[in-house]
């Protein structure tokens, strides 16, 4: 039988997330991005685009 594991931690210092993330590649923070876009979304689905027309005066 598989046992669910749960782990809580407390974020103390946010400074320490933004220094961690500033560290890391522009391809590594994107690599990063799509693996949690696709936990969240499925394997399949893509960022969804939108466009906005803007009527001038």
Not at 5 to 11: E, G
Not at 19 to 35: D, G, H, Q, V
Request: glycine residues 4%; positive net charge.
């Amino acid at each position: 039988m598989i046992k669910k594991v749960i782990k809580k931690s407390v974020l103390k210092d946010k400074g320490d997330d933004l220094a961690y993330w500033l560290s890391k590649s522009p391809e590594e923070r994107i690599e990063t991005l799509e693996i949690l876009r696709k936990q969240f979304n499925g394997s399949t689905a893509r960022f969804q685009r939108t466009i906005r027309i803007i009527q001038q005066a």
